[in-house]
């Protein structure tokens, strides 16, 4: 079983950047599916990026629609961590970001119900 927690949320400036960490322990990030996915006030929670896990033999980087462009999933093996780099952020993406891990070895799509394991969330408020 993996634990996450996310950080690196807080308010920015359209336009503007932030880094979103997502730092596991109990078990490697690298063995299982990574995820990010947000969640708007009133809305379902949406997919944003996803990260192969090594287990697979290594794979596609997935992006929502939305972010494609703008926004990049990395993993940092050696702390046990997974990233994600927000840039050109609009006042759409404001959301709480969550970390999702999902225990099977490939990817098996963006919906939030295959993801086992999920951080408590990071809110992201972006200023017009």
């Known amino acids: 079983q993996v634990q996450l927690v996310e950080s690196g949320g807080g308010l920015v400036q359209a336009g503007g950047s932030l880094r979103l960490s997502c730092a596991a322990s109990?078990?490697?990030?690298?063995?299982?599916?990574m995820a990010w996915f947000r969640q708007r006030p009133g809305k379902e929670r949406e997919f944003v990026a996803s990260?192969?896990?090594?287990?697979?033999?290594?794979?596609?980087?997935r992006y929502g629609d939305s972010v494609k462009g703008r926004f990049t999933i990395s993993r940092d093996n050696a702390k046990n961590t997974i990233y994600l780099q927000v840039n050109n952020l609009r006042p759409e993406d404001a959301a709480v970001y969550y970390c999702?891990?999902?225990?099977?070895?490939?990817?098996?799509?963006?919906?939030?119900?295959?993801?086992?394991?999920w951080g408590q969330g990071t809110q992201v408020t972006v200023s017009s």
């Open positions: 999702a891990a999902d225990p099977t070895v490939y990817f098996r799509g963006t919906d939030a119900r295959y993801y086992d394991y």
């Open positions: 109990g078990r490697a990030v690298s063995s299982y599916v």
């Open positions: 990260m192969p896990s090594i287990t697979s033999g290594g794979g596609a980087r």
